[in-house]
């Protein structure tokens, strides 16, 4: 933890009546396992078709039915723990939970709960400001998912959908090391950007292949920890800030008006922006786990697990040091760009035939607020990198400039026209014959005498004089070139 | 021709390879014979269009002479393995109506080897019991009377319809299932061969589960013989129960020697229990010396931890059943008693469905497994079964076999045992195989005083079932057992 990071976090107290109160948060995450089939069963575990379509008779709970461990998921779930530079366990044990819903067909959901197969690790997040924080991680075990219980379709009845009962989940558990909203949200961002790095999980959180749980607590900084709660139903990372804002400022509220925290599950409802009680820790279930007798212990062979060690990909954060090396990109720039897979690509395409550090500003400023404008993922962008690459060879070659650079971009994200043909079609080619930059000169001293008077006292108000032969140019004067006219025209110092 | 249904399982698939009569002239044999055996009440469901059909299919295959082990020999099929299509209620309320879209692996061996279904047998519900009066169904009749007083008794439990069934003569033989002592002890009570096979030997697919970690299939039979031919037949490796494990099936009849000279026979002296009957004692001293007349070498072993056997398995059982049993709960298939709200509906499901015995495994399950009891009685138990494990583990080091009492009495009258743990006890001398996954089979060995048969059980290592039917069968051939019960139901 550097200065710059306790500093921030500092300023991410609450200020309440009795002092700063600090926000404790540990966060778990339930990220669905890519994989075609569920974690016991052969049945697919796509997203949609009809209800009931993908259940088998393991899902269905029918009698006599036993799970069989999906060895992919696990492959996947290693993958995951390795992503997080975790232990990996060689030994453990898939117990049962037990409780009675109708989404849960077996009366108990498959899980791990004291031996899990990825033990600790941890997560680097780098902080707006320029700060890193590590976010230690407890755990990462594999457990089935539920079905799900359709209430408006009859008006007396529920149904039950088992399409997704069965389906492998891991679920990620932070330690309590996150002290503000923005961490919280950088580390499910983070987290969500190594799943997607490794292909474990799409993390896609509006469809609900990644969810988190958010355990909040407060407490005056260097006490310890208090009562928390935890915050369910937060499906996309913008209601996470506002989830645990509102949470924190309610439990400093509750604390400070002489009232006691209660520990329980709040769901958040993000219509009305805040948390509201689910059930106390008095009505928690006992869920009686025990070894699933059904299942063997997991046990892995470390030269397997060496073998998927091995295949990892190049993961965010060494793709961030990569880029500052060899890109020379700042820190925050490089992070950025790293810790989405699909902008980390996008940048280096522009980045093969354009000066670094402009890619990074063009895909970090001018493409992404574009993209943002229009609410578009980067891979959907109407600008492929490639286009912007020769965009950006147009400025360096000087064919035109940087302010026309932005009206070609304008221009490409309406049409996806190629930069070059925009600029020729349109006549946007920079003007670099000075022959036609003097003319334009010469016109404008003529006409303003007393600019003339002034700038011969004050060389900076050349600035006008350049804002006038470039308006009169259309944009299309180089710059540089109009600068060195303008000054021998008017007889000041070359620069 | 020869009464058909007086024959072995090994008779009736010589005497039809010989084609000396049909299959489907051996499946009306037993039809007729399960027609007249109502008072038994040995099947919950039976199948006599399926049982003409099958054997007229494997009267086909044997004309061809594609007759496989089992071509053409009817069986009975305990009400716990899924049946396609036919009614499978694990003799349980809460199953009714229930007909499994799926065939559990064992009987779709049995099938792929060509036997032939006459129906489904009466069990204990959910395999709980030891006297198979828990059943839905009402309870299963043993063919045997007390020479005394011709009382009625119980068959033993849980799977006392197949005991009952393959006892009367109403099948060549039956599937059972043994979690506790579920096929041994009732094979004992009825005078049949009883084999429980090593964990993992059959796979439990498709057998509805009482407790996942102990139950095993395996049949109850006529001979020792039979036993053999029907494990060949069962027995597997199966993908798709991970517990089951990869060993090839060897040719079990052909372990039959009758030579255990040199075989090392261990006595257990903590398996003679206080008040044991004489006649138990008696008949253990008996088929000691038939081991060893047979040149077998006995000697005395310790099996020290055996006295919390019994207590350690009415924890863990129970704990897997109340788990396991979570899943009947009204809302996909069997019993559905409706109620005001999700949870009115499953209270009044369960509390309608399952009978008393199922009620009080679940309760002790749930409470063994709940927070704050969790390590002083399941993990407490689950040491204890390590225990055992090894203390068979060192037995085994020194002999090849172990001899004991199959049960510590005869068969009794319904209602005469009411107390549950009085009626637990039945199981003394078999729950330790379970809890430490071995092989076990009980061979008729005499009769009581009472004129009533008693068995004497084997222990064998694990998938050593080879050396155990060798030993089985020279039990069996010393005590010459051939008493039968009088046909009085008929």
Redesign the interface.
Known sequence: MNERAEAGRQAARVHGATGDWEIVIGIEVHAQVSSKAKLFSGASADFGGEPNDHVSLVDAAMPGMLPVINEYCVEQAVRTGLGLNAQINLHSVFDRKNYFYPDLPQGYQISQYQQPVVGEGAVELDMPDGSTVEIGIERLHLEQDAGKSLHDQHPTASFVDLNRSGVALMEIVSKPDMRSADEAKAYVSKLRAILRYLGTCDGNMEQGSMRADINVSVRHPGEPLGTRCEIKNVNSIRFMGQAIDYEAHRQVDLLEDGGQVVQETRLFDPRRGETRAMRTKEEAHDYRYFPDPDLLPLELDQAWVDQIAGSLPELPDSKKARFVEQYGLSAYDAGVLADDKAAADYFETVASGADPKIAANWVTGELYAALNKKGLEIEASPVAPEALRDLLGLMADQTISGRIAKDVFEIMLETGEAPLSIVEARGLKQVTDTGAIEQIVEEIIAANPDQVAEVKEKPKAIGWFVGQVMKASQGKANPQAVNDVLRNKLGLDQT | MTNLTKLTLSDARDGLRGKDFSAVELAQAHIDAIGQAGQLNAFVTETPDIALEMAARSDERIARGEAGPLEGVPLGIKDL??TKDTL?T?SSHI?DG?V???E?TVTANLWRDGAVMLGKTNCDEFAMGSSNETSYYGPVINPWRRASDGAQLVPGGSSGGSASAVAARLCLAATATDTGGSIRQPGALTGLVGLKPTYGRCS??????F???LDQAGPLTRSVRDAAIMLTSMAGHD?????SVDLPVPDYEAALTGDIRGMRIGIPKEYRIDGMPAEIDALWQQGISWLQDAGAEVRDITLPHTQYALPAYYIVAP??A??N???Y?G???GLRVPGDD??DM?ENTRAAGFGAEVKRRILIG?YV???GY?DAY?IKAQKVRTLIKRDFEQAFEDVDLILTPTTPNAAFAPGEITDPVTMYLNDIFTVTVNMAGLPGISVPAGLSSDGLPLGLQLIGKAFDEETLFRGAGVLEEAAGFDAEPDVWWA
């Open positions: 393995f899924c499978t694990a199953l229930f499994p879209a799926y559990s439990r697919w498709g057998i509805v589960a407790a996942s970690s993908a798709k129960d991970t517990t704990a897997e109340s788990s049993l979570a899943r709960d809302v996909r298939y999700i949870t499953y749930t497994l709940s927070a969790y399941y």
